[in-house]
């Protein structure tokens, strides 16, 4: 069975699904692996290291493929040049890629997404998101640490003393916790919020100080906040002013998988922070959790420059392919059948398995994550 690796065309996308080490692993499973020429140029992998780990090079890397592995969506014109039957693995929102999606189905293919993959001990090694959040989250900290014009760490000199900044990171999930230990290496002084009980002591783990506003917790399941009320918010943004207008640098790392980024600070919060401060928003490209980003954008607002993020993973392609590779390894080994009688390897996904069943989209051409038929079909997800 051949397993195809094409090149990503969407703009912005440095990244691809396979590298050498994910190829190796899928032939040593029984797999053919077909790579299109240049697939992993932007993520730092030539074709001959694809070559070398078993994959075949080729243009007409799709032509018989029954799976097709992909960062983002496939284009149209890919999509209907595959067979029925046929399946890919990619991300796949349903907010912004419901196109593709409907053609998928029109096209009777099987489509698994990876933001979908159940959060489950089972299936950690598979959770993408989590993976990605890791890479957005310390590029966060970088780019604060190079759009803010001060040092990070104290510093004391014949000179006199210089002291560290002070960074306010809203959000302790993956990508919040990465961002608080980054800079924290890098010498700052970090205090941190989020909205769930346990993060408070995940907080203090990274060497951070928790900031404890008195509010209710907000737990929701898969590790990720329950949406708060209007009222909710409001209080939450009075009681955070005084630290962000406090802050050298405010990062926020707050999202919803599927939903609009929770718009946490407001612009007259940002206009209350001091001379040469920064906002980094990675949340930029799903609503923004800081009014006025603008995804891929660095705007001013008040006296401080805003960073808006888009598709932050991105900027550090190298790795986050790596681990995104082994994500995708790790799903499509659960979905392979290596059994004498399947006469070799064999894409057999267990659709009573809920980590198949869970990240499955599409099957056969028929729509079966509900929300995404809700939203095809044009009603409310």
């Known amino acids: 069975m051949r397993i195809a690796v094409v090149v990503e065309t969407q703009r912005g996308e440095n990244r691809v699904a396979l590298v050498p080490d994910g190829v190796r692993k899928l032939v040593a499973l029984g797999y053919e692996v077909a790579v299109e020429p240049g697939a992993g140029r932007r993520a730092e992998i030539d074709d001959a290291d694809f070559a070398d ?21 496939l284009s149209r014109d890919r999509i209907r040049s595959l067979s029925p039957g046929a399946s890919t693995v990619s991300f796949l929102p349903a907010s912004t890629a419901l196109d593709a999606i409907r053609d998928m189905r029109d096209c009777g293919l099987t489509a698994f997404s990876l933001e979908l993959v159940p959060r489950i001990s089972r299936a950690q090694s598979m959770d993408a998101l989590s993976s990605q959040a890791l890479v957005a989250g310390y590029r966060c900290a970088i780019v604060a640490a190079g759009m803010l014009r001060r040092f990070f760490p104290l510093n004391m000199t014949a000179a006199g003393t210089v002291p560290p900044a002070e960074v306010v990171v809203l959000g302790a999930g993956v990508a919040g916790l990465q961002a608080i230990a980054t800079s924290k290496r890098l010498g700052a002084v970090v205090r941190a919020y989020d909205v769930r009980a346990a993060a408070a002591e995940e907080i203090r783990s990274m060497g951070a ?6 509010l209710e917790t907000l737990e929701g399941t898969g590790g990720y906040a329950r949406e ?43 206009e209350g922070m001091g001379n040469g401060s920064v906002v980094v928003d990675l949340a930029a490209d799903t609503g923004g959790n800081v009014e006025g980003s603008e995804p891929g954008e660095t705007v001013r607002i008040g006296r401080a420059l805003v960073w808006g993020g888009r598709n932050v993973p991105s900027a550090m392609p190298a790795p986050a392919s790596r681990l995104l590779s082994t994500n995708i390894v790790n799903l499509l080994t659960l979905m392979t059948d290596t059994s004498d009688d399947a006469g070799g390897a064999q894409f057999a996904p267990d659709h009573d398995d809920e980590v198949v069943t869970g990240s499955c989209v599409i099957r056969a051409g028929e729509v079966q994550h509900e929300p995404t038929r809700a939203l095809l079909e044009g009603g409310a997800p």
């Open 228 to 270: 708060m009320t209007e009222d909710r918010a409001q209080r939450q943004r009075d009681l955070l002013a005084p630290y962000i207008a406090a802050a050298d640098a405010l990062i926020t790392t707050a999202a919803v998988p599927g939903r609009r980024a929770p718009m946490l600070v407001t612009r007259e919060m940002v």
């Open 53 to 73: 780990a078993g994959a075949a090079v080729s243009e007409a890397a799709l032509d018989g493929a029954e799976v097709v592995a992909s960062v983002q969506p």
């Open 209 to 214: 100080q928790a900031i404890e506003l008195e």
